[in-house]
């Protein structure tokens, strides 16, 4: 019937969904729990590593980088303190962005800073973080060190942010991914996250990227597993938070941490393995999981590389390596790419 027709086609209508439309029935916390989920109902579970760092899983990782048996911190300090007039005589060229990728603590950052500022550079510092509150501590720490430094932090993931900075001015971009982060990535994963990031940058855009390098097995195990154990007690921490946060019921003296070398894959590996068999119950998810005795969780790798394997990276995924900076002993690099796009 023509009147039928016209009532039905004016009820019709679409509306295209905002995050904001479902931001809240799906939160952080489902995404946690869904996580927790799939990992523990795998043949071999797994927990993703970025749920360490909660508030106290940050104060942790901050501990762990100053003890003495975890070198990197040591090392990526020095590489930066003995090539920072080399790294700025790059940059003398134009005005440019420093954009940083999850700054932390901006210990090591704050040696370039000084440098820059000495050789009265002109740019503008740009932290990437998806962390409001670390971004707030951040950027108030780096602007009372540095009064006269334009800092224009962005809470965002890290390609969102980029994309943002690259269609808002046409300076240079030198992004800085400090630490050895890359490491947490498998191979795949790491030229997936790197062609990401040549996608978001312009041609002749520079990164210098952390890589903790392949050396004696002992000196690994030794920095993984701490004699203070704060190593361990990080890992705990996941459990705690699943315990806080989802309802579980886990009992964390039923676990212990574990940190090996794997020889097949290049990296250390973390787990938390069951001391014994139990049952643990989650609230959130409404169900339990099984664990036998000695049964492991992983939480965490770190992959670490070889120079050959750091110049293949970079041309996997479209850059050219202008140079590899090194400590004294050869335990770390920092990496410094250009981006290359063909046809510019």
Same mark, same amino acid.
């Given at each position: 019937?023509?009147?039928?027709?016209?009532?039905?086609?004016?009820?019709? +209508?679409?509306?295209?969904?905002?995050?904001?439309?479902?931001?809240?029935?799906?939160?952080?916390?489902?995404?946690?729990?869904?996580?927790?989920?799939? &990992?523990?109902?795998?043949?071999?579970?797994?927990?993703?590593?970025?749920?360490?760092?909660?508030? /106290? &899983?940050?104060?942790?990782?901050?501990?762990?980088?100053?003890?003495? !048996?975890?070198?990197?911190?040591?090392?990526?300090?020095?590489?930066?303190?003995?090539?920072?007039?080399?790294?700025? *005589?790059?940059?003398?060229? *134009?005005?440019?962005?420093?954009?940083?990728?999850?700054?932390?603590?901006?210990?090591?950052?704050?040696?370039?800073?000084?440098?820059?500022?000495?050789? =009265?550079?002109?740019?503008?510092?740009?932290?990437?973080?998806?962390?409001?509150?670390?971004?707030?501590?951040?950027?108030?720490?780096?602007?009372?060190?540095?009064?006269?430094?334009?800092?224009?932090?962005?809470?965002?993931?890290?390609?969102?942010?980029?994309?943002?900075?690259?269609?808002? #001015?046409?300076?240079?971009?030198?992004?800085?991914?400090?630490?050895?982060?890359?490491?947490?990535?498998?191979?795949? !994963?790491?030229?997936?996250?790197? /062609?990401?990031?040549?996608?978001?940058?312009?041609?002749?855009?520079?990164?210098?990227?952390?890589?903790?390098?392949?050396?004696?097995?002992?000196?690994?195990?030794?920095?993984?597993?701490?004699?203070?154990?704060?190593?361990? =007690?990080?890992?705990?921490?996941?459990?705690?938070?699943?315990?806080?946060?989802?309802? #579980?019921?886990?009992?964390?003296?039923?676990?212990?941490?574990?940190?090996?070398?794997?020889?097949?894959?290049?990296?250390?590996?973390?787990?938390?393995?069951?001391?014994?068999?139990?049952?643990?119950?989650?609230?959130?998810?409404? /169900?339990?999981? +099984?664990?036998? !005795?000695?049964?492991?969780?992983?939480?965490?790798?770190?992959?670490?590389?070889?120079?050959?394997?750091?110049? #293949?990276?970079?041309?996997?995924?479209?850059?050219?390596?202008?140079?590899?900076?090194?400590?004294?002993?050869?335990?770390?690099?920092?990496?410094?790419?250009?981006?290359?796009?063909? #046809?510019?």
């Amino acid at each position: 019937m023509p009147g039928a027709s016209l009532e039905l086609i004016q009820h019709m +209508s679409y509306k295209i969904l905002d995050p904001k439309d479902f931001a809240d029935s799906f939160d952080d916390r489902h995404a946690f729990a869904l996580d927790v989920l799939v &990992g523990l109902s795998d043949t071999v579970k797994t927990l993703p590593s970025k749920y360490l760092y909660d508030t /106290r &899983g940050s104060e942790l990782y901050t501990e762990i980088t100053n003890l003495p !048996e975890y070198y990197p911190t040591d090392c990526g300090r020095a590489i930066l303190q003995t090539n920072a007039a080399k790294i700025s *005589a790059m940059m003398k060229q *134009a005005p440019f962005n420093l954009v940083e990728l999850g700054a932390g603590t901006g210990v090591k950052t704050k040696i370039l800073l000084e440098e820059f500022h000495k050789q =009265e550079l002109e740019f503008q510092y740009v932290p990437i973080d998806i962390s409001e509150g670390a971004m707030k501590e951040l950027v108030a720490d780096i602007g009372s060190s540095f009064p006269q430094l334009e800092i224009n932090g962005l809470i965002s993931d890290y390609f969102n942010g980029l994309k943002w900075l690259h269609n808002r #001015g046409q300076r240079k971009n030198y992004v800085m991914f400090l630490g050895s982060s890359i490491g947490n990535f498998t191979n795949s !994963e790491a030229k997936f996250f790197l /062609r990401n990031g040549w996608t978001c940058l312009n041609d002749g855009d520079c990164v210098l990227i952390g890589f903790d390098l392949k050396k004696d097995i002992e000196m690994l195990l030794w920095a993984y597993n701490d004699t203070q154990g704060v190593t361990a =007690e990080f890992n705990l921490n996941l459990l705690r938070r699943i315990n806080a946060e989802l309802g #579980g019921q886990f009992i964390l003296k039923n676990f212990r941490h574990y940190g090996t070398y794997n020889v097949l894959n290049g990296a250390m590996e973390s787990y938390l393995v069951s001391v014994k068999d139990q049952e643990v119950y989650v609230g959130m998810i409404s /169900r339990s999981f +099984s664990f036998c !005795e000695w049964e492991p969780i992983r939480t965490e790798y770190s992959y670490k590389y070889l120079l050959s394997d750091i110049l #293949g990276l970079a041309a996997d995924t479209g850059f050219v390596v202008e140079d590899t900076l090194f400590d004294s002993q050869r335990y770390f690099a920092d990496s410094i790419w250009r981006v290359r796009k063909p #046809g510019k």
